[in-house]
């Protein structure tokens, strides 16, 4: 969930390690239990419906988002979560952006400050980094054989998205924020099944980082992956092929 792949070896994000895995649908658990307290019914709560499809995109089985929807009304029910953002600044100038869901918000951004300062990076202020990158809907289908890429920007046109970009492997719809639940229920409807689908902060640009810097890089995206608190990082490095893939 670190960034935006660029979709270059589906096998690999599809073979994800188990424990991987289970970090990333606890994340997920939590933020469709959050959207879940605004009305579990996905036909008429949009947020519930965008999470579920963020969810099935990372191959989180049924009977896990079933429970995690079910966790609104019971154990979260009186929790207050807050969706908060973080700006800084990593290794080398590189770009990054923390979202969290926390219930202690300041233990959040002590938790963040540090791990920037520790792999020698800086929390930033709100707008530092953002201005880098473009906050937009993404939905990527993976690409068979039989799929015609006239067809596919047809598509675009009709959902509402902004653009299509072919790639090898993979079409990938972007889409305005407000209009992502419109064309992600347009492209359901026509059958299609997602590898990504969520509103995220996309790199305008990417930079590149020494060897030596890459290694704290990597340890930093670990580290903040690894707090309970962070649900997706965002950041405009370019990662050598089996680092995007983990």
């Given amino acids: 969930m670190s960034g935006h792949s660029k979709w270059h070896n589906i096998q690999a994000k599809k073979g994800k390690a188990d424990a991987a ?28 419906a965008d999470v579920i499809a963020k969810a099935k995109a990372a191959n989180m089985p049924n009977d896990n988002i079933k429970r995690s929807i079910a966790k609104a009304s019971g154990e979260m029910g009186n929790v207050n979560y807050e969706v908060l953002t973080y700006e800084g600044y990593g290794i080398g100038g590189s770009a990054v952006i923390v979202k969290t869901l926390t219930d202690n918000k300041n233990r959040t951004v002590g938790d963040v400050r540090h791990i920037f300062d520790k792999f020698g990076g800086g929390l930033g202020t709100s707008g530092s980094v953002s201005f880098m990158f473009d906050y937009a809907g993404v939905i990527v289908v993976e690409r068979t054989p039989d799929m015609d890429e006239d067809q596919m920007m047809e598509y675009a046109l009709e959902s ?87």
């Fill in 21 to 48: 895995m289970g970090r990333i649908f606890t994340k997920l658990g939590s933020e469709l239990a959050v959207a879940a307290k605004q009305g579990a019914d996905p036909n008429t709560n949009s947020k519930l």
């Fill in 160 to 246: 509402g998205a902004d653009d299509c970009l072919v790639m090898d492997d993979a079409f990938e719809f972007r889409t305005s924020p407000s209009a992502f639940s419109e064309v992600r229920t347009f492209l359901e409807q026509k059958g299609y099944e997602f590898l990504e689908a969520d509103v995220m902060y996309v790199p305008k640009d990417r930079m590149d980082l020494n060897e030596e810097q890459l290694v704290t890089f990597n340890k930093m995206l670990s580290a903040l992956e690894d707090n309970d608190d962070v649900q997706d990082v965002y950041h405009n490095v370019n990662l050598p092929e089996e680092d995007e893939e983990e």
